[in-house]
C-alpha cells in the first residue's frame, strides 16, 4: 500500500487527472488481487455474507478467525432428512448438534458396526472442545478402520488440541499419503483453524513441523500455503523437531514444485534420520523412478521390509518390480511373505489378480477361499 501511495504521488506532482489516477490504482488492486486468488481452491471463495468475510480475514493472515468465519457459513445449509442423513453428518455441518447427536446414536442402534455415525460423535465432542472423548472414539474407528482419513484428520485434531503433536503428525502423514483431504465438509475449516491458532502461539511454543504438516494440507487448497509449510518445516529441521517428518514435507514440496532432483534429495535426508520412515522410503523411490532405477528398487524394498501388510509399499514394490521385469520375483516374494504370515490380505490380494492374470485357475480359487474365510473371520470389522 505505501508503495502505491508513493506511486500516485509522482501521478499527481506529473500531472495526471485524478479519476485515471484512481483507474490506475483499482486496475492494481484488482491485478494483484487476481494473483492472490489465482491459486486457491474454490472452497475457499463462497459467496455467503459469511464467506466473503471469511476470505478477507484468510488472504489477510488470519486463518484461525477465517476458519470460525468459513464454519459459520456452512451453518446456513439445508438440514436433510435421516434417510438421506443416518450419520448426521450433514446436521452437524449444518450446527444443528442436538439433532446429529440424535441421528448417529439411532443408526449405531441399527448397525453397530457403522463408522460414520462414529466419526459424527468423535466430530460433536471437537465441537465442543471435549478432545479426550474425541479421542477415545476416533481411536475406536482407527482400530478397525486405520486408514479411514476423516478419522485420521480428526484424530490429528484431537491429538493435537491434546498437545500431542507426534501422533497428529503421524496420523496426518498416513492420511495424505492418501491423496484424499477427507470427505466432511467440516475437516479443511478444523485443520486451518488448528493451523491458525497453533501460529499464534509465542515462537518458543510453536510446534514447528506439526504446523509444517498443516499447512502441507492447506497448500492442497491454496499454492501459496506452500511457502508458509516450508518455512515451518526449516525451522522444524534447524530446532531438531522431528527433523525427518520435516524433511519428507519438503520433499512432499519439492516434488509438487515439479523439482524431483530436490524431492529425492530432501527424502534421502528423512531417510538418513530415520532408516525406517517408510513414507520418505516411498517418496524417495517414487522420485528415484525418474533419475537412478536402482536407488527406486532399493527405497521400494525397504519400505517393504519395514512394512510388508501395507498396501502403499506393497504396490510401490509392485510396480518397481515390473518396470525391472522382475514379475515372477515380485510373485515368489508375495509367495513368502504369506507364508511367513498368512494374515497379511494385501500380499493375498497381490497373489490372487496374479494368478488370475497368468490364468491359473487352481491358485486362484484357493486364494479366494482363503481371503474369504479371513473376512468371515473379521466380520465384525465390515462397516
Not at 478467525?65 to 432428512?81: E, F, P, T
Not at 533419475?291 to 501395507?310: C, G, I, K, T
Not at 480359487?365 to 473371520?377: P, S
Request: glycine share 8%.
Amino acid at each position: 500500500m505505501a508503495a502505491m501511495r508513493g506511486l500516485t504521488l509522482r501521478f499527481r506532482h506529473a500531472g495526471v487527472h485524478p479519476a485515471l489516477i484512481a483507474a490506475m490504482a483499482l486496475m492494481l488492486l484488482w491485478v494483484a488481487g487476481h494473483r492472490r486468488l489465482e491459486g486457491l481452491s474454490g472452497r475457499l471463495i463462497p459467496l455467503s455474507r459469511p464467506g466473503i468475510g471469511a476470505l478477507a480475514r484468510y488472504v489477510a493472515g488470519d486463518h484461525a478467525g477465517a476458519a470460525r468465519l468459513y464454519r459459520a457459513g456452512q451453518r446456513n445449509g439445508q438440514v436433510h432428512d435421516y434417510a438421506q442423513d443416518r450419520a448426521g453428518a450433514y446436521a452437524l455441518l449444518a450446527g444443528d448438534l442436538v439433532l446429529a447427536e440424535q441421528r448417529a446414536p439411532a443408526t449405531l442402534a441399527l448397525v453397530p458396526t457403522a463408522v460414520a455415525p462414529r466419526i459424527t460423535l468423535a466430530e460433536i465432542e471437537i465441537e465442543r472442545s471435549r478432545f479426550d472423548a474425541a479421542w477415545a472414539e476416533l481411536a475406536g474407528v482407527l482400530e478397525r478402520r486405520p486408514d479411514h482419513d476423516d478419522a485420521l484428520y480428526l484424530g490429528a485434531i484431537a491429538a493435537a488440541r491434546l498437545g500431542r503433536s507426534g501422533e497428529a503428525i503421524d496420523f496426518l502423514n498416513r492420511a495424505l499419503a492418501h491423496g484424499n483431504m477427507g470427505s466432511r465438509g467440516t475437516i479443511l475449516f478444523r485443520v486451518m483453524e488448528l493451523a491458525g491458532d497453533l501460529a499464534a502461539r509465542p515462537t518458543g511454543q510453536q510446534p514447528l513441523c506439526l504446523l509444517a504438516h498443516l499447512y502441507r494440507y492447506l497448500r492442497v487448497f491454496d499454492r501459496a500455503m506452500a511457502g508458509t509449510a516450508r518455512a515451518y518445516a526449516e525451522r522444524a529441521v534447524a530446532a531438531g523437531d522431528r527433523p525427518a517428518d520435516a524433511w519428507l514435507t519438503l520433499a512432499v514440496l519439492a516434488d509438487k514444485a515439479g523439482d524431483h532432483a530436490g524431492a529425492l534429495r530432501e527424502a534421502l535426508r528423512a531417510i538418513e534420520r530415520d532408516g525406517r520412515h517408510t513414507e520418505a522410503l516411498r517418496w524417495g523411490s517414487t522420485e528415484a523412478w525418474r533419475l537412478d532405477v536402482r536407488l527406486e528398487y532399493w527405497l521400494a524394498r525397504r519400505a517393504f521390509d519395514v512394512a510388508p501388510a501395507d498396501q502403499r509399499y506393497v504396490r510401490r514394490l509392485e510396480q518397481s518390480m515390473r518396470d525391472r521385469g522382475a514379475e515372477n520375483a515380485f510373485l515368489e516374494l508375495m509367495q513368502d511373505t504369506v507364508a511367513r504370515d498368512p494374515g497379511n490380505v494385501e500380499a493375498r490380494l497381490r497373489l490372487l489378480a496374479w494368478h488370475h492374470w497368468q490364468g491359473r485357475e487352481d491358485e486362484t480359487a484357493r486364494d479366494v477361499e482363503a481371503l474369504e474365510a479371513m473376512l468371515r473371520r473379521r466380520s465384525g470389522d465390515v462397516p
